[in-house]
């Protein structure tokens, strides 16, 4: 596998293929943003494209789909990319294709290569969407739709610009797009402020179920199949549970741990930090990856008990350390 450069993915875009573009298993804002922007990019060259995800959408971020089914049915195509995807684990059921991807466009400073790839360590993936847009010189041919997605993903990724990865190249990027007469309200509206019933019930579970370790530093919810089962919840209802978790006055780690129904002993781990702890490296050391305050890996234990009690383990130093001044 070899880096690209912003010349060669633009050359390569330009050539009519058929294409699918791969996204992140528990698809967010930036993943489906960045994948639905390239969409119209390689459209406008020709190309036909799909775009597929081992998960389905939520209902609130189904804006960016256009309600599109995103499940891959064994179809052929010339070229297959993947957006904002740090480890073939990331693919999730798809992740047999990781072998058959082209190219993959990327963010994340931990990550699993396993193709060529273009790299850039912005603030979103949806960012680098916008920069090949810029370099292959169409933002004025292009949809609204286009400048919708992006803004989508760079919005998701950010927290609405709230997060520590915004710097001046990611608001200038924002306001370029909002000069394209987006309603960025409604955008931001539908990803963070959204919620379906079911969405409602699990931030209640997540506030009367979470567990605090550490000296109230480090807080874990999990939601085992159990649990989701008795309240009749999916994990596409338990997407933000992590964002409820990680305000809580003096937590420097937020973990949410979620039981896989076709592998019981298998639990989905997404990490949020809000201090200088790079929660990163730490999913990058269970094949995992992401960035240093955002991130994601799985693991696997027999209970939830145990589940909780390796990612207490997993971040006991890391907190110590920084709680320390090392």
Not at 274 to 292: F, P, S, W
Request: aromatic share 8%.
């Amino acid at each position: 596998m070899r880096r690209l450069n912003s010349n060669e993915v633009a050359s390569e875009l330009r050539i009519k293929k058929s294409t699918l573009i791969l996204c992140h298993k528990s698809p967010d804002p930036d993943t489906l943003g960045s994948a639905y922007g390239l969409k119209v990019i390689l459209e406008h060259f020709g190309s036909s494209v799909k775009v597929s995800c081992a998960d389905k959408v939520t209902k609130r971020l189904m804006f960016l789909t256009n309600g599109e089914d995103l499940t891959y049915n064994g179809e052929k195509y010339e070229r297959i990319v993947a957006v904002d995807v740090a480890s073939p684990s990331q693919l999730g059921e798809l992740s047999f294709l990781c072998e058959r991807v082209d190219f993959t466009i990327d963010h994340h400073s931990m990550c699993e290569r396993f193709s060529d790839y273009y790299e850039k360590h912005t603030a979103s993936c949806a960012e680098i969407i916008y920069e090949i847009a810029e370099e292959l010189n169409i933002l004025d041919k292009l949809p609204i739709s286009f400048f919708e997605s992006v803004y989508a993903g760079i919005s998701g990724d950010t927290g609405c610009f709230r997060f520590s990865n915004v710097n001046s190249e990611t608001l200038i990027k924002a306001s370029k797009i909002i000069e394209h007469n987006i309603d960025h309200a409604e955008i931001n509206r539908k990803i963070f402020d959204s919620k379906t019933k079911s969405e409602v019930l699990a931030q209640r579970l997540t506030y009367e179920n979470m567990e605090l370790y550490e000296d109230d530093t480090l807080s874990i919810i999990c939601f085992t199949n159990e649990m989701k089962a008795k309240n009749n919840l999916t994990d596409l209802d338990l997407g933000d549970i992590i964002n409820h978790i990680r305000g809580l006055d003096g937590v420097l780690v937020a973990v949410s741990l979620k039981q896989s129904e076709s592998n019981t002993k298998k639990y989905a781990v997404s990490c949020r930090a809000n201090a200088d702890i790079d929660v990163g490296l730490v999913c990058a050391q269970i094949g995992g990856g992401g960035h240093k305050r955002a991130a994601g890996a799985s693991i696997e234990a027999e209970s939830k008990e145990e589940a909780i009690s390796k990612v207490v383990n997993l971040f006991n130093k890391p907190i110590k350390d920084f709680v320390n001044g090392k």
